[in-house]
């Protein structure tokens, strides 16, 4: 079983960057595509982004695309997101995930193993 630790977020202003990390450790994740989600406070948890299992392809969710780029390396099983120009409506917990296969998956019940979140929160 994989296990998925997010680390990077944090406090910054609206307008700021943030880089995520989501580290995998008990087994590579290198054969599956890789999503963050996020969740705000209240609210159903919301697709991100994704990069399929060669990291070649990349999809956003309407709200980050644009300002947020996801990326992997696949010899450190680790996964990246990378948010800038953020804005208040950032603001949430963001959880990485790894899918059951190598595709793209926007789903949040096509993914396996997910992290414990790590809080992001934008000031205005």
């Known amino acids: 079983q994989v296990q998925l630790v997010e680390s990077g977020g944090g406090l910054v202003q609206a307008g700021g960057s943030l880089r995520l990390s989501c580290a995998a450790s008990?087994?590579?994740?290198?054969?599956?595509?890789m999503g963050w989600f996020r969740q705000a406070q209240g609210k159903e948890r919301e697709f991100v982004a994704a990069?399929?299992?060669?990291?070649?392809?990349?999809f956003y969710g309407d709200s980050v695309r644009g300002r947020f780029t996801i990326s992997r390396d696949n010899a450190k099983n680790t996964v990246f997101l990378q948010m800038n120009r953020l804005k208040p409506e950032d603001t949430a917990v963001y959880y990485c995930?790894?899918?059951?296969?190598?595709?793209?998956?926007?789903?949040?019940?096509?993914?396996?193993?997910w992290g414990q979140g790590t809080q992001v929160t934008v000031s205005s």
């Open positions: 995930a790894a899918a059951q296969g190598p595709d793209i998956q926007v789903l949040p019940t096509s993914y396996d193993n």
């Open positions: 990069v399929n299992w060669i990291g070649l392809a990349t």
């Open positions: 008990g087994r590579t994740v290198s054969s599956r595509a």
